[in-house]
């Protein structure tokens, strides 16, 4: 595991950016797929269908991609996070629990209040969930904070080779992005 300060051994081609809800795992995986010219794929538009059901065919929707050449996408879903991590590279949104918090939060509000479509037609729902959904997103992201310090660290022990940036903060991953991914001119 190493900072953001790190030299990477080679240019990453498969991409997986880890961290808890809300951390902002799709905002930089769709950044870095840009920025490197590389396919970003959404994971949670192949897991989501309509009215929040997963899709019959996520794994085989997420085998289909991990077999190109080049891809960025956000380690999550437990059914094929094994799979995912077979990536190249390993990015970890490592942020404060109130950075993800606020991040959520103001993310769930915006969404919600302008009903905006997320994936296959779903929007988020209504803010009182909170109190008796468990897997409300808000509630989601406090209750599982911890879980991707775990995950990313059992994975660093079973893949020592795979090169894992963690950033603590958006001033280390801006940084990191500047000094490795932006040739300079």
């Given amino acids: ?37 590389i396919e970003h794929v959404e994971i949670d538009s192949l897991f989501h269908g309509p009215n929040w059901t997963p899709r019959p065919t996520f794994e085989s929707d997420v085998d289909e991609f991990l077999v190109r050449p080049s891809w960025v996408t956000e380690w999550q879903y437990g059914v094929v996070r094994d799979r995912l991590a077979d990536a190249d590279l390993l990015l970890w949104l490592d942020l404060p629990r109130r950075t993800v918090m606020r991040q959520v939060i103001t993310r769930t509000l915006r969404r919600m209040l302008g009903r905006h479509e997320l994936w296959n037609g779903n929007i988020e729902p209504p803010l009182h969930r909170i109190f008796f959904d468990r897997e409300y997103i808000v509630r989601w992201a406090w209750s599982t904070y911890r879980l991707t310090t775990e995950r990313v660290q059992r994975l660093s022990v079973r893949r020592p080779e795979l090169p894992i940036v963690r950033f603590r903060s958006h001033r280390d991953v801006d940084a990191w992005i500047a000094h490795q991914l932006i040739p300079p001119t």
């Avoid at 595991?1 to 902002?24: C, E, F, N, Q, Y």
Wanted: net charge positive.
């Fill in 1 to 37: 595991m190493v900072g953001p300060d790190a030299a990477l051994p080679h240019r990453p081609a498969r991409i997986v950016v880890a961290g808890t809800s809300g951390s902002g795992k799709t905002t930089l995986a769709a950044r870095i797929g840009s920025l490197l010219d």
